[in-house]
């Protein structure tokens, strides 16, 4: 079946640096990939996403490309702030059952000053 | 427009009880989606509804139950609790339910089974 595999943090990070978080994906279709967020006490808000090959999703600063080929979606932002601080999953849906969503085990990113 | 609203936030019961869940999703949107949330699992898909009907089935026991109505709110139902069954609990709308129509998740109901 779906399945979705995310770096193990937490990821600590000072602000205003680089952020790489790593997320692989194994599908038998060609599924849309999607990168939420979760504050503390809150559900889950969309960050990106990206439904074919070669898509780049991109909002607040965070990018991830859609790449076939490495079966991957990786997270990427250049300079972080602390307002940051959250867990990120790397999600996918199958076209066959699209509101399922499949999620990873989620990367907690902790921003110091 | 207001977002997801699920009810209520916090539910503490005692194991052999039911509990029901509510979510009303955004105005519009006709696609309910359910979720459990529990920190060795992870997130798992419990179950969609479009249209009052069942369109997706997560791999729940039957314990885990869901009905939607003809205004799209939806309610969770889970009977005969288990000590593992405290975990929080997302709920997400969509406007279609397809590939591309994003997944608006609530700030979840967060069930405690003591």
């Known amino acids: 079946g779906d399945s979705v595999t995310q770096m193990e943090g937490p990821v600590t990070l000072s602000e205003e640096a680089f952020l790489t978080i790593n997320c692989t994906y194994t599908?038998?279709?060609?599924?849309?990939l999607f990168w939420y967020v979760q504050y503390p006490g809150e559900g889950l808000q969309l960050l990106l996403k990206a439904t074919k090959a070669d898509d780049k999703g991109s909002n607040k600063g965070f990018e991830a490309t859609y790449r076939k080929e490495t079966t991957s979606f990786h997270l990427e932002k250049g300079s972080v702030q602390v307002s940051d601080s959250a867990v990120y999953f790397c999600?996918?849906?199958?076209?066959?059952?699209?509101?399922?969503?499949?999620f990873g085990t989620g990367t907690r990113l902790q921003v110091t000053l | 427009k207001a977002g997801v609203t699920q009810t209520p936030r916090y539910l503490i019961k005692t194991r052999g009880q039911q509990v029901t869940l509510s979510c009303s999703p955004i105005?519009?949107?006709?696609?309910v989606s359910w979720y459990q949330q529990t920190p060795g699992q992870g997130l798992q898909f419990l179950f969609e509804?479009?249209?009052?009907?069942?369109?997706n089935k997560g791999n729940f026991p039957g314990r885990f139950s869901g009905r939607q109505f003809s205004n799209s709110r939806s309610e969770m139902n889970v009977s005969t609790l288990e000590l593992g069954d405290s975990a929080l609990y997302l709920c997400?709308?969509?406007?279609?339910?397809?590939?591309?129509?994003?997944?608006?998740f609530g700030a979840g109901t967060r069930l405690s089974v003591l």
């Open positions: 999600a996918l849906s199958d076209p066959g059952t699209a509101s399922k969503l499949t």
């Open positions: 599908a038998t279709g060609y599924p849309s």
């Open positions: 997400a709308s969509s406007s279609e339910g397809g590939t591309k129509n994003i997944q608006y």
């Open positions: 105005s519009g949107h006709r696609s």
């Open positions: 509804y479009f249209s009052e009907t069942q369109r």
